[in-house]
């Protein structure tokens, strides 16, 4: 994909992001693999507005080894280092996604377990819950890449890392996957909280019902979810111009 044309992916996947309660303002950030030395970032600008009406121009290539901007306007954000390090060990992955989500992290803290209470309602919810969602421990801001490699031995080749206190980070091939897996989080971390909140223990499902569910990971949900959310930006008049 040309690189214009991954800009305005990565602007879009900020604001479906932000559109779907997964940033509440400036916070979070998508980052894309170039080559072995440069990636595609979402930066801070000096006219930064928030994650929601973040523009192709806020996407800007970092320089991967010594965090340098290719614009004067623009800064890497200051947890680069999740990036960086990020696509440094997961030679499999493209994508790196960061957001601050509150209900991931109410629940989180509230001590409840991501545990996949349903299954058909959202399949790759099931599905990362399933294979579990590790917890970093910490709460820190990850400005230095020793944080990050921390941060990476929970994350270990898994799909998503909670980060208490803190947010989410999580990987794809694509943007469309790793925004995919953040939203699906998003979902089980707000089923969660409705079931505690009615009283109940989020229970798993069976193991036979978690055998009828398809596995998703190479197919095209990713796609269509995103698709979907594309479409619910376009229909409240927030889509990426250009
Ligand atoms: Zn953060």
């Excluded at 954000?77 to 060990?89: N, V």
């Excluded at 709460?139 to 947010?167: D, F, K, Q, T």
């Excluded at 989020?202 to 959310?229: F, K, T």
């Amino acid at each position: 994909m040309i690189e214009a044309a991954l800009r305005r992916k990565i602007a879009t996947g900020c604001r479906i992001m932000a559109h779907q309660g997964l940033s509440e303002d400036i916070l979070g950030h998508i980052s894309v693999r170039l080559d072995a030395t440069r990636a595609l970032v979402r930066c801070r600008g000096a006219h930064e507005q928030g994650l929601l009406f973040t523009t192709p121009d806020d996407v800007r290539t970092v320089n991967l080894v010594d965090g340098s901007v290719d614009h004067a306007d623009y800064e890497a954000p200051s947890e680069l280092p999740i990036h960086t390090e990020t696509l440094a060990a997961r030679a499999d992955i493209d994508a790196v996604l960061h957001a601050h989500p509150p209900w991931v992290i109410a629940v989180d803290l509230a001590g409840h377990p991501f545990v996949p209470l349903v299954g058909a309602y959202n399949i790759l919810a099931a599905k990362m819950a399933k294979s579990g969602i590790p917890v970093f421990a910490r709460s820190a801001l990850i400005r230095r890449p020793e944080l990050a490699r921390e941060m990476l031995e929970c994350l270990g080749s898994g799909p998503a890392c909670l980060m208490r206190g803190h947010g989410v980070t999580t990987v794809g091939a694509t943007v469309e996957e790793a925004v995919a897996r953040a939203l699906a989080i998003n979902s089980l971390a707000k089923m969660t909280a409705r079931v505690t909140s009615m009283g109940g223990t989020p229970e798993p499902i069976s193991e036979s019902d978690m055998d009828e569910l398809p596995d998703l990971a190479a197919g095209s949900n990713p796609r269509l979810v995103w698709q979907h959310y594309e479409q619910r930006l376009a229909h409240d008049g927030l889509s990426v111009e250009g």
